[in-house]
């Protein structure tokens, strides 16, 4: 992770898990953070801080288009720009596909693909007008590896 002093790296699902410690290395290699998550992530802010970098919270809804506009729009405002994002956020709600209700369903596809969508689009012209960065999207082994039950989450992160 050389060059990432003062880059702007936003991670989506970053209040806790995975997305947490990436927030976290990511500040110990010298980047500022954008915590953008539904749930409370001032404690992810307060930990990058004591690390001695900048961070922020915007609590967001990967599955509104608005809302992830609206944190590109926050990161832009704060920090000038937006060097990597990271779409991490994810949710699961296993089911057995016959008992499995069509809200289930919805709800993670929306947030686990959708977000994605959702998130880069909000993303990619300030990158552009920046001159480039990179986006991370976070996958897991159940695309690859399905499991009973899981149909939305596989599905989703294949």
Known sequence: ??????KIVVITGAASGIG???ALRFAEEGANIVVADFADGSATVKEVEAMGRK???V???VTSIDSAKAMAAKAIEVFGQIDVLINNAGITKDAMMKK???EAWDAVISVNLTGVFHCCQAALA???AAGGGWIINIS???GKNPFAGGAAYC???A
């Open 59 to 61: 609590q967001t809804d």
């Open 20 to 22: 947490k410690a990436s």
């Open 155 to 157: 599905a989703a992160k």
């Open 1 to 6: 992770m050389r060059g990432l002093k003062d």
């Open 126 to 128: 300030p990158m552009k």
């Open 140 to 142: 897991s082994l159940a």
């Open 55 to 57: 961070a922020i919270y």
């Open 100 to 102: 499995m209700a069509k």
